[in-house]
């Protein structure tokens, strides 16, 4: 059985399919899958589908992109919603500094008000970075973000940092790149990490794994990434797929 740690079943991409994606998702073994809502609308859909859904939980907050949009009423909302008991996180939370629409000084207060506020509710929280590893680093260290620890997201930095971000109770969630022949650094931190450290997710729609790099990604795919850490480790993909889950079930207190 696998745990997809990271999905937009609420994006745009399966307004028309989801339920169909999710029985996919089932015949493939994804026994749970964790939904990410990142703004007012994926927030509320994620909502419908944690009760629609037994095995679907949420993990909710604010994208870096779009910080400029978020309010405190946004932030007081997300607070109230986290106390729903399949509200297993806050996020994705963090920077992004490969685009321009929100100044980064707007996304670093952000990021700091979000770690903040999983520390007044003890959820973990799920990090997004990209291009802006050393701020992303800083600010958790700076905010004992370690009290509530969370999950680096579809991790693509170096084994050096995912190490200082397991010293600070972060676990490293590997996605469909992995499994990309030219991605050097995301296989070394499949080799390099421990199993206990490591999660599995498919970030989908987006980055969906070898062979279907370029498509739709969807939960059902989650297994291609597991497979391919298990090829890395030389190890079963049982052993993976059995460690993984635990882990995600640790950190997010599923039931």
């Known amino acids: 059985m696998f745990i997809d740690t990271h999905v937009h079943l609420n994006a745009d991409q399966y307004e028309h399919d989801v339920e169909e994606v999710i029985q996919r998702a089932i015949e493939a073994k994804v026994e749970k899958m964790v939904v990410v809502g990142f703004d007012t609308k994926t927030i509320t859909i994620a909502m419908e ?43 994705e939370t963090g920077l992004d500094y490969h685009w321009d629409k929100s100044p980064k000084d707007i996304q670093q207060e952000l990021f700091r008000k979000q770690i903040r506020l999983a520390k007044e509710v003890n959820l973990p929280i799920v990090i997004h970075n990209r291009d802006a590893t050393g701020d992303v680093v800083r600010i958790l260290q700076e905010e004992a973000a370690g009290e509530v620890g969370g999950i680096m997201h579809c991790y693509s930095g170096s084994v050096e940092t995912a190490k200082q971000c397991i010293d600070m109770n972060f676990l490293i969630s590997l996605g469909g790149p992995v499994t990309f022949k030219n991605a050097r650094m995301p296989k070394e931190v499949a080799i390099e990490i421990p199993l206990e450290k490591l999660l599995i997710e498919t970030d989908a729609p987006y980055l969906a794994p070898h062979p279907y790099r370029g498509k739709r990604n969807e939960p059902s795919y989650v297994p291609l990434v597991a497979e391919e850490i298990a090829r890395l480790k030389e190890i079963s993909v049982e052993e993976v797929a059995e460690q993984t889950t635990k882990n995600a079930i640790a950190l997010f207190r599923m039931k």
């Open 49 to 91: 589908l944690i009760e629609k859904y037994p095995f679907i939980y949420g993990v909710i907050g604010w994208h870096p992109v779009d910080a400029v949009d978020c309010t405190e009423e946004d932030l007081q909302w997300i607070k109230e919603l986290s106390v729903h008991p399949k509200v297993v996180g806050i996020g």
